[in-house]
């Protein structure tokens, strides 16, 4: 089965799981509508960023790191890889990088590769980078990202979750929209978020990735009736994202 296939066997089962538990909840569909969860933050003291590539972080949950860093939390961002290309040049993505970081406030981050490894090379390497942060929670992209990219690194990440001790996982989202059960408010970290994203100018002239994000943030606050921005997360236990990845 390929890494796409099994992403959305993943995604379908979380989706039918969530399904099930509606019509097997009570006799009738009263109450039983799922509502993410409004949070000022995920919990835990120790934070590991998973990012396929730098500006992944500062638009999938920017916000959210900005306000972990800003209330005292260890936090380390690891980059999986760097982009490259003819249109820029290394030196100018690590002075973006470093001027991102600046804006959301991380001092720890670490680079894996210039390259996007091989799936088992990477989970080796994300199972060095597990034991050197030591999180109590860790973001990584969501399993229905449309990118490449993504899907490798959430398919090492799991990989590489076999072995590590529990953990809470909270699966982020960048180029498509997940079932989220957890919000984080992000309305006043907005600011910081926008000038973390805009730090990244080589990837933005490309793709608007600030109108994007304000517009997938706002609307998840909409409908939670925040006024402003919220992110949203998959939020799952190591254990019960094991189990519901087997194919």
């Not at 590991?48 to 306000?67: E, F, N, Q, W, Y």
Request: charge should be neutral.
């Amino acid at each position: 089965m390929s890494l796409v296939d099994k992403s959305v066997s993943l995604e379908l089962r979380l989706v039918a799981e969530k399904i099930g538990k509606r019509f097997t909840a009570a006799s009738n569909l009263a109450r039983t509508a799922w509502s993410p969860l409004l949070v000022k933050q995920p919990p835990g003291e120790s934070f590991l960023v998973v990012a396929p590539h730098p500006d992944d972080d500062a638009i999938g949950c920017g916000g959210t790191v900005s306000r972990l860093v800003a209330s005292g939390k260890r936090l380390a961002v690891t980059y999986l890889s760097i982009q490259s290309s003819s249109l820029f040049t290394r030196e100018e993505r690590m002075s973006e990088i470093e001027s991102s970081l600046r804006a959301l406030g991380v001092k720890d981050h670490s680079f894996l590769s210039e390259r996007f490894p091989s799936k088992s090379e990477l989970a080796g390497l994300l199972t060095k980078e597990l034991r050197r942060v030591s999180p109590d929670s860790v973001f990584v992209p969501s399993p229905i990202e449309n990118h490449d990219g993504h899907l490798l690194a959430f398919s090492a990440f799991l990989d590489a979750l076999g072995s590590y001790p529990d953990a809470e996982v909270l699966l982020y989202e960048v180029w498509n929209p997940l079932v989220p059960n957890l919000l984080v408010d992000i309305t006043d970290q907005m600011p910081r978020k926008i000038e973390a994203i805009e730090a990244h100018r080589t990837q933005t002239r490309e793709c608007d990735f600030v109108k994007a994000a304000k517009g997938l943030n706002s609307y998840r606050a909409a409908l939670s009736l925040v006024d402003g921005y919220a992110e949203a997360f998959l939020s799952l236990r190591k254990s019960e994202l094991l189990r519901l990845a087997k194919v």
